[in-house]
């Protein structure tokens, strides 16, 4: 089975940017894999931040994060990326990646069936 790993992570300051990374080995390629991000801050439920379709032609974000987040994958890499732009305290929270085995796009958590361990994201003001 693939294996997710995310990095990228760490403190920025609100107004910076950041780009996230998650890197697939084993198990079947990403490119038969819908895949997502989402995140999760302390107290809180695992949210939705945006999906990607398996050829990365197809895109969803949350409302929270339209317009400054941008989910990209390069399958010949292996790699999925989410790039931070314009961020703020709020949106400090574990950042997750995820695998789902389903054609289109999974907006769902409950859709994705391999997850990476998560990476920090804390955003000072």
């Known amino acids: 089975q693939v294996q997710l790993v995310e990095s990228g992570g760490g403190l920025v300051q609100s107004g910076g940017s950041q780009r996230l990374s998650c890197a697939a080995s084993?198990?079947?390629?990403?490119?038969?894999?819908?895949m997502g991000w989402f995140r999760q801050a302390p107290g809180k439920g695992r949210e939705f931040v945006a999906a990607?379709?398996?050829?990365?032609?197809?895109?969803a974000y949350a409302d929270s994060v339209k317009g400054r987040f941008t989910i990209s994958r390069d399958n010949a890499k292996n790699t999925m990326y989410l790039q931070m732009n314009s961020l703020k305290p709020e949106d400090s929270a574990v950042y997750y990646c995820a695998a789902a085995t389903k054609a289109g796009l999974a907006t769902s958590k409950n859709e994705y069936d391999i997850w990476g361990q998560g990476t920090q994201v804390t955003v000072s003001s």
């Open positions: 990607i379709s398996r050829s990365g032609f197809t895109r």
């Open positions: 084993g198990g079947r390629t990403l490119s038969t894999y819908a």
